[in-house]
């Protein structure tokens, strides 16, 4: 992430010849060429995972684990190596501490009901930090109104950082669980998980890192950061919407109750007694996003192929070319200035709401987002309803940051 | 983006008008839009039937704090029947959807071109549904139903 980025910078991508495998950006946008600045929310995709996903609908559809026919092995095949590939992605250790789920946020709240859930008594504590996305704080919250535990929320900075002296403060004898973001979706801090992690198991506490705006911006490693759970998107990342993963530790895993019940998630089915898969089946139940899962490892193969430094690297440079620039705009103040960012830049403009500039901006071909960001108590903590967040892929370029800076001017005159 | 952003648009988001907490107020209700953050309250003075005084607080993006300023202009000495009757014209002419037509809108017109924009005509009708619940309260006439 941030500190590799720039250590790592072994080569420089031919970012062309990238955007020429986007579809997508190869468009206009109320007549001008668009630049796509809005990848946090989701990444455009590349053709080889649009490939991958057609070829599986044209070849190889079939159920997945049932078939003794050619389709139903290929497919059963296809769908496993994906597995594969995310694990390796990952830096896991094994195929079977991966979990295919919808996203990020299915992968917490399957982490939830089933790791979390059995072991809370009323009292107990669940600690998250005051820099997450919703989808790292309402499961949180429907679980504490269920079990009568706590959630306990680690403070973030002014620059828009985590707290960590506080963090080690709040984690108590108390505390079950720890989730925690590891690049924020609204203000682009990278946080230092590695470390968090140390502490929390220090005092035996299990962590879950969201990591779903961290596996598009580098190299991430769940054997380097010894997390227990790790969650990201799929779409997020240059893969398939409606498929993502979690990685959890084996022996978590193992001792995890169903998350939900269906086909393909037991070993047999009788009135008397129901015994369930191994994980990852397990937690797998119905059929799964077969050509999702496809689609995701070619998502993973085209950025491992690129090479996450060298994406880190690029992107790195965009951010700081981002950065400065914006600001070089009057009236133009960041929210979120920690030492450590990746991906995403949000501003405020001095009595511009950020929704109006939205509207402006797309009006001018330049696609961003304005709003909350799925994460309202960032806002407060800044005391802002909301922001404008420019993020960036490994496709954009530095023409596409004067695009947007140009942009910004327009809005200017519009509200002189 | 002329026709969205006019001159009388601008003007209000940057000097909304009856801005202000209404302390004598007998009827208020506050907006939400979720979805974006934005938020606002109404205030009312309703003596007899009649909206003898509205304010509002709130924060919102351009179109949502002219919306607002301009609403509490149109309405202002109306009776209520009659706001309801403007809200009507005022959400047809952003959706299509509401059974009055042909209302006269005056300044309001100038909202014609937030229809070109659907993801904003909820920034723009925002204010009129926070009336509309302001109005409806426990002591509203039964007429404004």
């Known amino acids: ?416 | 983006m002329k026709e969205l952003y006019q001159e009388i648009i601008l003007d209000h988001n940057r000097r909304p008008r009856n801005c202000y907490v209404m302390d004598c107020a007998n009827r208020s209700a506050d907006g939400h839009n979720p979805l974006c953050g934005d938020t606002v309250r109404v205030y009312l003075r309703i003596e007899g039937g009649r909206i003898e005084e509205i304010s509002f607080q709130g924060s919102g993006c351009a179109i949502c704090t002219a919306s607002t300023s301009l609403m509490t202009e149109s309405v202002k000495g109306k009776t209520v029947d009659q706001a309801k009757h403007l809200f009507d014209g005022f959400h047809h002419m952003l959706t299509g959807l509401a059974e009055e037509q042909g209302v006269p809108l005056g300044k309001l017109q100038v909202f014609e071109g937030v229809r070109e924009y659907p993801v904003r005509v909820k920034c723009a009708t925002l204010a009129w549904h926070t009336l509309n619940a302001a109005m409806k309260g426990e002591d509203a006439p039964a007429t404004t139903e």
């Open chain 1, 1 to 416: 992430m941030g500190e590799t980025a720039t250590a790592a910078a072994t080569r420089t991508l031919d970012v062309a010849r990238i955007r020429a495998e986007f579809p997508a950006l190869h468009q206009e946008s109320h007549g001008k060429p668009l630049v796509y600045l809005d990848n946090a929310a989701t990444t455009q995709k590349p053709r080889r995972v649009i490939d991958a996903v057609t070829r599986f609908y044209e070849r190889d559809c079939a159920n997945v684990h049932r078939g003794v026919h050619q389709l139903s092995q290929r497919a059963t095949i296809a769908y496993e190596s994906a597995r594969t590939t995310v694990k390796r992605h990952l830096g896991a250790a094994d195929s079977r501490e991966i979990v295919f789920t919808r996203g990020t946020t299915e992968a917490i709240n399957l982490v939830a009901s089933s790791f979390v859930r059995p072991r809370l008594a009323p009292g107990d504590e669940i600690l998250i930090t005051g820099m997450e996305h919703h989808s790292n704080i309402v499961p949180w919250q429907l679980l504490c109104e269920a079990t009568g535990a706590v959630l306990k929320i680690v403070p973030i900075t002014d620059a828009g950082e985590i707290e960590l002296e506080r963090f080690a403060e709040l984690l108590s004898e108390r505390t079950r669980m720890v989730g925690v973001v590891h690049v924020s979706n609204a203000l682009g801090t990278v946080n230092p998980v590695r470390e968090m992690v140390e502490i929390a198991h220090d005092r035996g506490v299990p962590v879950l890192v969201d990591g779903a705006q961290a596996v598009p911006h580098g190299r991430v490693d769940v054997g380097e950061l010894d997390c227990d759970f790790y969650v990201f998107s799929g779409h997020k990342t240059y893969g398939p919407t409606g498929i993502g993963a979690l990685y959890g530790k084996r022996e978590h895993l193992l001792g995890m109750v169903p998350w939900q019940g269906g086909g393909d998630m037991i070993l047999s089915v009788t009135w008397e007694k129901t015994r369930y898969a191994e994980p990852p089946h397990r937690f797998e139940a119905g059929t799964p996003n077969i050509a999702g899962a496809i689609g995701l490892a070619a998502a993973l193969d085209y950025l491992d192929g690129l090479g996450p430094e060298a994406v880190a690297a690029h992107e790195a440079a965009l951010l700081e070319a981002a950065t400065e620039a914006v600001l070089s705009v009057p009236g133009v103040r960041l929210i979120g200035a920690a030492r450590h960012r990746a991906g995403a830049l949000s501003f405020v403009m001095d009595g511009i709401h950020p929704h109006d500039i939205g509207t402006i901006l797309d009006t001018e071909g330049v696609a961003i987002r304005a709003g909350h960001h799925c994460a309202q108590p960032v806002m407060q903590r800044f005391g802002v309803s909301a922001t404008v967040r420019a993020s960036f892929a490994v496709y954009n370029t530095h023409e596409e940051i004067g695009r947007l800076v140009e942009g910004l001017y327009a809005v200017k005159e519009v509200f002189g």
